[in-house]
């Protein structure tokens, strides 16, 4: 395969900086009282997965997303 043939994501440092900001208490906080530990909790997003590793700091047990499978 070469270079040409290969998808790579490309984001503007903008683009990131608001991917670090994200948490899921600023961008999904009403989620946050119905989460309990030991709760499976299954992601079907398309982002970079930024507020799902907080989600899953909240249920701990079980957290699965759709980009992993």
Avoid: F
């Amino acid at each position: 395969m070469t270079p040409a043939d290969t998808y790579t994501h490309g984001h503007h440092d903008s683009v990131l900086r608001s991917h670090r900001w994200r948490t899921a208490e600023n961008s999904a906080g009403y989620l946050l009282p119905h989460l309990h530990a030991g709760q499976s909790l299954l992601d079907i997003g398309c982002g970079p997965g930024t507020i799902t590793l907080d989600l899953a700091r909240l249920v701990a047990e079980s957290v699965k997303s759709s980009e992993t499978g």
